[in-house]
Nanobody, 116 residues
Framework: QVQLLESGGGLVQAGGSLRLSCAASGIIVSINSMGWYRQAPGKQRELIAG???????TVVDSVKGRFTISRDNGKNTVSLQMNSLKPEDTAVYYC??????????WGQGTQVTVSS
């Protein structure tokens, strides 16, 4: 059973920064990728950033230049450094891990609220 533990959400003013962290544990044979989605009220969950174990990075255009994803493959952790936050970044952020067979596991979600 794979488990993901997230931390780092909270309330911040526009222009501020937050760092989200996620640690995967359990029976993990091989990880394809780890990353972050978010879901704002009334909207679909969207991919924000992902990083494969080979180092390929995907970042959605709306956060490019502001958010940075990093991974520690040895520790099965992924982090998201979020700078220059905007009110439209307000959402629940979910960490995910995709393992060798394509199965995905999700964290419990952490709330990020950006006030104007």
């Amino acid at each position: 059973q794979v488990q993901l533990l997230e931390s780092g959400g909270g309330l911040v003013q526009a222009g501020g920064s937050l760092r989200l962290s996620c640690a995967a544990s359990g029976i993990i044979v091989s990880i394809n990728s780890m990353g972050w989605y978010r879901q704002a009220p009334g909207k679909q969950r969207e991919l924000i950033a992902g990083k494969t174990s080979g180092g390929r990075t995907t970042v959605v255009d709306s956060v490019k230049g502001r958010f940075t994803i990093s991974r520690d493959n040895g520790k099965n952790t992924v982090s998201l450094q979020m700078n220059s936050l905007k009110p439209e970044d307000t959402a629940v952020y979910y960490c995910y891990v995709e393992i060798w067979n394509g199965s995905r596991y999700w964290g419990q979600g952490t709330q990020v609220t950006v006030s104007s």
